[in-house]
T-cell receptor, first 111, second 114 residues
Framework: EDKVVQSPLSLVVHEGDTVTLNCSYEVTNFRSLLWYKQEKKAPTFLFMLTSSGIEKKSGRLSSILDKKELFSILNITATQTGDSAIYLCAVEDYNNNDMRFGAGTRLTVKP | DSGVTQTPKHLITATGQRVTLRCSPRSGDLSVYWYQQSLDQGLQFLIQYYNGEERAKGNILERFSAQQFPDLHSELNLSSLELGDSALYFC?????????????FGQGTRLTVV
C-alpha cells in the first residue's frame, strides 16, 4: 500500500534557526510530491516536485526530491514566528490518480 | 482569501442523516478536489472533478458522492452519516487536470455528527 511518512512529527525551534523537514514515501507509480503549509485552517501550496535533484526555492524555503532514495526535504532558513504551522507532504500515484498525505510536521517557532 | 468558497462553514447533524457540502471554485478553475481532514486520519484526498467529469478517486466511501455542475461549482453528498464522519471537509480548485497541480483551498466545512 502507498505510504507517506513525515518526520519529525513535531519540532520546536527559536527564531533564526534553520530547520529541515523530511518526507519519505513508498508509492508504486510516483508522479509528483507536494509540500503544503497549514496554519489555522486551509493548506496553502508551497512546492511541487517531480524531478530528482532540482531544488525549488521560494524566499527562505527550499525543497528537493530524491527519487532514488524516495524522499524529499523541506528547508526553512532564518525561521520566523510566522513559519509556525503544520507542514504537509503529499504524493501522487499516477496509476490510480490517488494522492496520499503524510501526517504532517508541526513546527513551532518561538521568539 | 484563496477565492474558493465553501458553504456552510459549520454543520451539525445526527447519525443516519444526509448532508450536502457546496464548493465554488476560483473563477476560471476547471478542477475541483475534495479532501477530508480528521484528527485520527489526517488529510485524505477524496475525489477530483475536471470540467464536469470525475478525474481521480481517492479514499472515498461509497456513502459519499460528488458532482460538478456546468457552472463548475461542486457538491459533496454525505449520506447515512456516522460519528466517524465528523471532520473538516476541504474543497480546492485549480486550472489543471492533474491531481497534484497547485491547488487553492477553501476554508473548509466543519461537520459534526452527533
Amino acid at each position: 500500500e502507498d505510504k507517506v511518512v513525515q518526520s519529525p512529527l513535531s519540532l520546536v525551534v527559536h527564531e533564526g534557526d534553520t530547520v529541515t523537514l523530511n518526507c519519505s514515501y513508498e508509492v508504486t507509480n510516483f508522479r509528483s510530491l507536494l509540500w503544503y503549509k497549514q496554519e489555522k485552517k486551509a493548506p496553502t501550496f508551497l512546492f511541487m516536485l517531480t524531478s530528482s535533484g532540482i531544488e525549488k526555492k521560494s524566499g527562505r524555503l527550499s525543497s528537493i526530491l530524491d527519487k532514488k532514495e524516495l524522499f524529499s526535504i523541506l528547508n526553512i532558513t532564518a525561521t520566523q514566528t510566522g513559519d509556525s504551522a503544520i507542514y504537509l507532504c503529499a504524493v501522487e500515484d499516477y496509476n490510480n490518480n490517488d494522492m496520499r498525505f503524510g501526517a504532517g510536521t508541526r513546527l513551532t517557532v518561538k521568539p | 482569501d484563496s477565492g474558493v468558497t465553501q458553504t456552510p462553514k459549520h454543520l451539525i447533524t445526527a447519525t443516519g442523516q444526509r448532508v450536502t457540502l457546496r464548493c465554488s471554485p476560483r473563477s476560471g478553475d476547471l478542477s475541483v478536489y475534495w479532501y477530508q481532514q480528521s484528527l485520527d486520519q489526517g488529510l485524505q484526498f477524496l475525489i477530483q472533478y475536471y470540467n464536469g467529469e470525475e478525474r481521480a478517486k481517492g479514499n472515498i466511501l461509497e456513502r459519499f458522492s460528488a458532482q460538478q455542475f456546468p457552472d463548475l461549482h461542486s457538491e459533496l453528498n454525505l449520506s447515512s452519516l456516522e460519528l466517524g464522519d465528523s471532520a473538516l471537509y476541504f474543497c480546492a480548485s485549480s486550472p489543471y487536470r492533474t491531481a497534484t497541480a497547485e491547488a487553492f483551498f477553501g476554508q473548509g466545512t466543519r461537520l459534526t455528527v452527533v
